[in-house]
Each structure stands twice: as C-alpha cells, then as structure tokens.
C-alpha cells in the first residue's frame, strides 16, 4: 500500500470536486505519449522514474529505450557488470542512479527475480525514495498513493499557493493524498498522475515556474568545472580502461583537460577524495596504483 497520509483538503480553498475535475480536464488537453506510460512491467517504470530524477523529459527517452533493450528484466540487470550497466548509463549523468539501480536488481534477484508489488518493499531498495514508491505503484500497479514529484508539486504551488514562498512538503502532501483518494483520480491513477505531471511541464514550458516557491528548491549548481564534472571525467576515463589505468596517469590527463578548459589543475588531496568517494560507492575498485573498472 502506497504512503498513508491523513487526507484533508482545507477551507477557503476551491472545493477537492472542483479542483480534482478541472486538473482532469488539464490532462486531457496537455496529454504527452511518451513510451513509459500505459506499461504494466514495475522495473521499466522503476527505470523511467529513477531516469526521470533530475533528468529532463526529452533527454530520457533514448535511454529509457537503450537501457531496457540491454538489460530488459530484474535479472539481466542483475548478471550484468558494473561497467556495462554505467556504459549505458552514460549521458544521463547522477551515476549514483544507476549504482542504485544495479543495487536493487542484485537483492530482487537475490529473491526471486522480481520487484515487490508493495510500497513499503519498494521504498527498502537502494535509491527509492517516496516519490519513486508511489510512482511505481501508481504507473506499474494503478495504486493511488502520494506522489510528489517536481512537476506535481509544481501544480499543487501554482494552484493552491500563489501567493506563498517556502512552502513545505509536509503541507503538500495532505493536499495531493485528499486529490489522489479522491473517486475520480483513484479511478485511474495514472490517468491523474501523468495530468499533474503534463500540466507542471506546460506551466514551467509557458514561463511559470512555482517550484521556486518550494521550501526545497534549490538551484542547481553549474556543471562544467564542479566535483561533479571531475567525477564525471575520471568515471569515463576508468571505464575506458578494462585492464585498468593508473591513478597517477588519470590525475596527469585531467589536470591536462582542465587547462585546455581554461580551469587550474586538480588539487591532489582533491583528487584523491573524488577517487575515494568513487571506489567507496562502487563505480570501480584499486589495484594497488591501478584503477580498475
């Protein structure tokens, strides 16, 4: 069963009928087909909702499609290599996903080859959060539950807090529990989900964007000169290397690309915190000086 909140729906507010069937009306006219919906397989919606996490919409499509083609169940993604599954993965960036996602796979696997059908199973994986559980639920299983993700917290914003910054999550959520339990969204709760999802896209595509009023938005740091980008970097450079790379030799060629970017050379103990963290989350392991995918 999906998050249990407390549903209510305020005074003062547009009454719960009225908005449930106005937000219905928004997903008729703002529907987007894109190839994850309207599936019935819980891990490709789980890959599509973990591709979707911090990840534009028109960017996951190909992946989407690549990484299933690759690794089409539980199981194949379990008997696959690191390196392959992050071979696929590349692109999309936050690599920590897909780890995640491999995690998961090896402890389905593990016991019996399939995801659990609850959301409380769901949210014991490696990388599911509460949005993810209730997506998965709701998208894989037509479980109404309480999904508040970016673009569904945006409409919630947008429609019922116009005037406010800084709004919680916690005042969210009994609001889109009360819309999602509502008979006309539980009816179909993908059918409700991907409306709130269509309709947060359409505000922020026409200039609107109430995520900012959120008391957890946080504007994205640039890429391009970050940790994140030197990660990036030493994680393809590694990967190139089957047979291992030294590590004197990756530090050697990034500091090589961060001067012809025009940035200063890498900092060593830097260097070696980034390699660190790397090898501690999996993304490749140390061979004495050899670094080895």
């Not at 937000?23 to 891990?43: G, N, S």
């Not at 659990?116 to 993810?132: R, S, V």
């Not at 209730?134 to 970016?150: K, L």
């Given at each position: 069963?999906?998050?249990?909140?407390?549903?209510?729906?305020?005074?003062?507010?547009?009454?719960?009928d009225?908005?449930?069937?106005?937000?219905?009306?928004?997903?008729?006219?703002l529907?987007?087909?894109?190839?994850?919906r309207?599936i019935?397989?819980?891990?490709?919606?789980?890959?599509?909702?973990?591709?979707?996490?911090?990840?534009?919409?028109?960017?996951?499509?190909?992946?989407?499609?690549?990484?299933?083609?690759?690794f089409?169940?539980?199981?194949?993604?379990?008997?696959?290599?690191?390196?392959?599954?992050?071979?696929?993965?590349?692109?999309?960036?936050?690599?920590?996903?897909?780890?995640?996602?491999?995690?998961?796979?090896d402890?389905?696997a593990?016991?019996?080859?399939?995801?659990?059908?609850?959301?409380?199973?769901?949210?014991a994986?490696?990388?599911?959060?509460?949005?993810t559980?209730?997506?998965?639920?709701?998208?894989?299983?037509?479980?109404?539950?309480?999904?508040?993700?970016?673009?569904v917290?945006?409409?919630?914003?947008?429609?019922?807090?116009?005037?406010?910054?800084?709004?919680?999550?916690?005042?969210?959520?009994?609001l889109?529990?009360?819309?999602?339990?509502?008979?006309?969204?539980?009816?179909?709760?993908?059918?409700?989900y991907y409306?709130?999802?269509?309709?947060?896209?359409?505000?922020?595509?026409?200039?609107?964007?109430p995520?900012?009023?959120?008391?957890?938005?946080?504007?994205?740091?640039?890429?391009?000169?970050?940790?994140?980008?030197?990660?990036?970097?030493?994680v393809?450079?590694?990967?190139?290397?089957?047979?291992?790379?030294?590590?004197?030799?990756?530090?050697?060629?990034l500091?090589?690309?961060e001067?012809?970017?025009?940035?200063?050379?890498?900092?060593?103990?830097l260097?070696v915190?980034?390699?660190?963290?790397l090898?501690?989350?999996?993304?490749?392991?140390?061979?004495?000086?050899?670094?080895?995918?």
């Amino acid at each position: 069963m999906a998050k249990v909140v407390e549903p209510a729906w305020p005074a003062g507010i547009e009454p719960l009928d009225c908005f449930v069937h106005r937000m219905l009306q928004h997903a008729r006219e703002l529907y987007r087909d894109l190839p994850w919906r309207h599936i019935d397989d819980p891990y490709a919606v789980l890959v599509s909702e973990i591709m979707l996490q911090q990840t534009q919409v028109a960017r996951v499509g190909r992946f989407w499609e690549r990484f299933l083609d690759a690794f089409p169940t539980v199981d194949a993604l379990a008997a696959a290599a690191v390196p392959d599954v992050l071979e696929q993965w590349q692109g999309l960036g936050y690599n920590r996903r897909a780890l995640a996602l491999k995690r998961t796979a090896d402890q389905c696997a593990a016991s019996g080859g399939q995801l659990p059908d609850t959301y409380q199973e769901l949210l014991a994986l490696p990388g599911i959060g509460p949005a993810t559980a209730a997506g998965v639920m709701a998208f894989a299983h037509q479980v109404p539950g309480v999904y508040v993700e970016t673009n569904v917290r945006a409409v919630f914003l947008h429609e019922l807090f116009p005037d406010r910054d800084g709004v919680p999550d916690r005042e969210l959520e009994p609001l889109v529990a009360a819309a999602a339990f509502h008979p006309a969204a539980a009816a179909d709760p993908r059918r409700w989900y991907y409306g709130l999802l269509d309709y947060g896209a359409h505000l922020k595509a026409t200039g609107v964007n109430p995520t900012r009023r959120s008391a957890s938005y946080s504007r994205q740091s640039a890429f391009e000169g970050s940790r994140r980008q030197k990660r990036s970097w030493i994680v393809r450079r590694v990967l190139a290397a089957p047979e291992g790379v030294p590590a004197t030799a990756v530090r050697s060629e990034l500091n090589r690309a961060e001067v012809a970017a025009s940035r200063e050379g890498v900092d060593g103990d830097l260097f070696v915190s980034i390699v660190n963290d790397l090898v501690s989350e999996g993304f490749f392991r140390r061979d004495g000086d050899l670094l080895v995918p």
